[in-house]
């Protein structure tokens, strides 16, 4: 049974930091693309940024503008996402993700099948 769990959450003010992270039990880490969604209150969930198995390579969502950084430790199973200079429009739960064996590559929310529970960032202006 696949599980992740997140934590770093919070409230900061504007031009804060927070690191998220995110632990994941039941499969073999190393070998699986993770990812970073969030939603805001009354709106989609969008992609935040993804890195894949290997960790050679990362994607951000257009918005992120180079505030945001993620990375994995294998050997921690654990998945991170480093906010810098945040924003009031940063507030949103944000949720760690991974996809099942046949990943198109493709940092859809409809690739990804197994999620955690979501933790929430409140920025405050």
């Known amino acids: 049974q696949v599980q992740l769990v997140e934590s770093g959450g919070g409230l900061v003010q504007s031009g804060g930091s927070l690191r998220l992270s995110c632990v994941v039990s039941g499969r073999t880490f190393s070998s699986y693309t993770m990812g970073w969604f969030r939603q805001a209150p009354g709106k989609e969930r969008e992609f935040v940024a993804g890195i894949s198995w290997s960790g050679s390579s990362t994607y951000y969502g257009d918005f992120v503008k180079g505030r945001f950084t993620i990375s994995r430790d294998d050997a921690k199973n654990t998945v991170y996402l480093q906010m810098d200079s945040l924003k009031p429009e940063d507030t949103a739960v944000y949720y760690c993700?991974?996809?099942?064996?046949?990943?198109?590559?493709?940092?859809?929310?409809?690739?990804?099948?197994?999620w955690g529970q979501g933790t929430q960032v409140t920025v405050s202006s």
């Open positions: 993700a991974t996809p099942d064996i046949g990943f198109t590559g493709a940092y859809y929310e409809s690739e990804f099948a197994y």
